[in-house]
């Protein structure tokens, strides 16, 4: 039997005329994520907190592909001032969005809160991303194939949500809430899907993960042994970020990519490998949990979706 051929980014369909923003996309996933789709004449609207970093990122994309079709947008998902800031001046520019990509991350820090005095994993990775896609959703209602991509992590299958607890006020550990900000990405990822599903909404809600890739997160944010760990002792086994990129693309951009699905590489432990449909944890796709998040979340960030409660 012939071994079927993996997914790569010139798979990836042309894409002139539509407008994607990407978050972090100044390095890592984020940056490789946008130099493909630049590749196929999409618009990219990268979002970066550093804007002279994101605009050396956007001149090296350029420099390559002349002519590519880039903007460069200040947004720091741990300020929701930044989040509102940056869908308010999209907004005033832009009448449709086709695709967000929720990519940005930040991994496994000492403890500190954002400029709200939330826990800075939970706030830039999932109430950021969450107060985004929420303030954007009409756009995106009004794209062509519109969809909201979310990046999670293997590590969301070790997470679990600390309501009583979220900012680390009491316990904190720089991995448990690392894995905790993925399982928010995952739950948030999945109750969107059912709600814009209930809603009949066009958009499609897609999760992703990128599988073990060798990016600035492991080495920006970490200390100590966490740093030791993924900085150095097992980077020779990550894959370049051109490869854990792939699923989130694929998630992006495949035609026959469904809403609630999530995007993971093929290989040994979802480590390394080009995009497949992977298992989400149980516990990430319970109704209650997602409720729950959602309405805290609502409550946080006082960005309110036009969207439902599914029934139970």
């Known amino acids: ?21 990407v978050t972090g996309a100044n390095s890592g996933l984020g940056l490789a994520t946008t130099r493909a789709l630049a590749r196929k004449g999409a618009r990219v609207i990268l979002a970066v907190r550093d804007e002279a970093k994101g605009h050396r990122a956007a001149a090296a994309i350029a420099g390559e592909q002349p002519g590519a079709h880039l903007e460069v947008r200040c947004l720091d998902l741990a300020d929701l001032n930044s989040v509102r800031a940056f869908a308010g001046r999209l907004r005033a520019d832009h009448p449709r969005l086709d695709v967000l990509v929720n990519n940005a991350g930040v991994m496994a820090p000492p403890r500190s809160l954002s ?10 990775n999932h109430l950021g991303h969450f107060a985004l896609t ?8 009004d794209g062509h194939d519109p969809r909201v991509v979310t990046v999670s992590s293997t590590n969301h299958r070790q997470g679990r949500l600390y309501f009583d607890d979220l900012s680390g006020e009491r316990t904190y550990s720089p991995m448990r809430f690392y894995n905790q900000s993925k ?7 999945w109750e969107l899907h059912r709600r814009l599903t209930a809603a009949g909404s066009p958009v499609r809600s897609v999760l992703a993960h990128p599988g073990y890739t060798s990016t600035n997160l492991q080495t920006s944010a970490p200390v100590g042994m966490v740093k030791m760990l993924f900085g150095h ?3 020779p086994l990550a894959q370049r970020a051109e490869q854990g990129a792939l699923c989130q693309l694929y998630a ?5 990519v469904e809403s609630g699905e999530f995007i993971g590489p093929d290989g040994f432990a979802e480590l390394r490998g080009g995009p497949t449909r992977v298992r989400l944890a149980t516990a990430a796709a319970d109704p209650q949990t997602g409720r729950r998040l959602w309405e805290l979340s609502e409550q946080l960030t006082d960005v309110r979706f036009p969207l439902p409660a599914p029934g139970r």
Request: aromatic letters at 10%; hydrophobic letters at 55%; a neutral charge.
């Open 115 to 124: 400029a709200q005095g939330h826990e800075v994993q939970f706030a830039g």
């Open 233 to 235: 002792i097992l980077a």
């Open 252 to 256: 992006a951009s495949a035609a026959d």
């Open 183 to 189: 399982f928010a990405n995952a739950v948030f990822g």
């Open 1 to 21: 039997m012939m071994k079927k051929e993996r997914w790569t980014a010139d798979r990836i369909p042309e894409q002139a005329k539509r407008v994607f923003v």
């Open 134 to 141: 929420g303030l954007l959703l009409d756009l995106l209602t």
